[in-house]
């Protein structure tokens, strides 16, 4: 798929140093060798599905994905668990594209019902979600469970 210039592609192993500054611009603070690892296990899970958005040799943007067995349903659901495109390429139609070529996998892979979350403060965001057809839906409660030794 293609967007102004921009091509989307399976991630590897390599793109880890690119993939964790864009976990920075997140709010992340992400290292090359934190995302290796991260990717190792992200990449040999059936499960998880990583795309990555290049424009001019460069990764612009990326999105990862997960698909799962659900309580609530007799078929599998979908999960957005990260989309971000870099700062300096935004508004150029890469978020719009990383959205449409996870839609199609999803939809390939029989998956009908996708969700995801993003903070209360990213209201652009939320506006950029309600423009492609998600809902609001719900509240989610995160907590910190402490270290056990």
């Given at each position: 798929?293609?967007?102004?210039?921009?091509?989307i592609r399976d991630a590897e192993l390599d793109d880890a140093a690119e993939l964790a500054a864009l976990m920075?611009?997140?709010?992340y603070?992400?290292?090359?060798?934190?995302m290796e690892t991260r990717l190792?296990?992200?990449?040999?899970?059936p499960g998880y599905k990583t795309f990555v958005a290049t424009m001019d040799g460069c990764i612009c943007g990326m999105i990862g994905t997960l698909t799962y067995p659900s309580?609530?349903?007799n078929d599998a659901s979908g999960r957005i668990l990260a989309l971000v495109t870099a700062s300096t390429a935004r508004r150029r139609g890469?978020?719009?594209?990383?959205?449409?070529?996870v839609e199609k996998d999803f939809a390939?892979?029989?998956?009908r019902r996708v969700s995801l979350d993003t903070r209360l403060t990213r209201e652009d965001a939320h506006t950029f979600y309600e423009s492609l057809g998600y809902e609001r839906n719900g509240w989610r409660f995160v907590k910190q469970l402490p270290v056990r030794n």
């Open positions: 798929m293609r967007a102004a210039r921009c091509w920075c611009e997140l709010g603070e992400t290292k090359r060798t934190e190792k296990l992200i990449l040999s899970n309580y609530e349903h890469i978020g719009r594209a990383l959205i449409a070529t390939q892979r029989g998956i």
